[in-house]
């Protein structure tokens, strides 16, 4: 079911707090514990804050496929593999941090002045099927604030061990 304005508004209030909460989050990281991971298979914090990184200039990309393009196809992509393949530990903590920023701040704009119709305009999925500008909302109005969580779950196991 299609959201309401205000229901809306409010997810793009979210989205545009995400960077903050990230940052939140990170400030009470040691230095220590940057690199350390919870478990096997388990991202560190270093590892969170390049994955939001990659993430939100893919949910970049997406949404302007979605509002520009005339049969949009959104690719997914495999977020391990990534971490892995691109060796998320040896890429720099402030420049991803700063990617965060600037792409929601370049981004809060355009969903601000959206239409109706814009918000209703569908695209497919590479891996799950139709995927819409409300979809797309949804997803992102949430990521940096499950990231956020997670950081401060790492934290807890790391002071715990």
């Known amino acids: 079911m299609p959201f309401t304005p205000a229901e809306r508004a409010a997810m793009i209030e979210r989205y545009e707090r995400g960077p903050a909460l990230l940052k939140a989050a990170l400030a009470k990281v040691p230095r220590d514990a940057l690199q350390w991971r919870p478990g096997p298979k388990r991202w560190s914090v270093h590892e969170i804050i390049v994955h939001c990184a990659d993430s939100e200039t893919n949910g970049h990309g997406r949404l302007r496929f979605l509002l520009a393009e005339q049969k949009p196809v959104i690719q997914g992509y495999d977020q391990d593999r990534w971490s ?47 995927y819409a500008a409300e979809d797309w909302l949804a997803i992102y109005a949430e990521h940096l604030e499950r990231h956020s969580r997670q950081i401060e779950r790492n934290l807890v196991a790391w002071t715990d061990r």
């Open 84 to 130: 892995e393949t691109l060796d998320y530990h040896s890429l720099p903590l402030e420049p991803a941090l700063a990617t965060v920023e600037a792409v929601r701040a370049n981004t809060v704009p355009i969903l601000k002045r959206m239409t109706d119709a814009q918000w209703r305009r569908i695209g497919q999925h590479s891996e799950s099927g139709p």
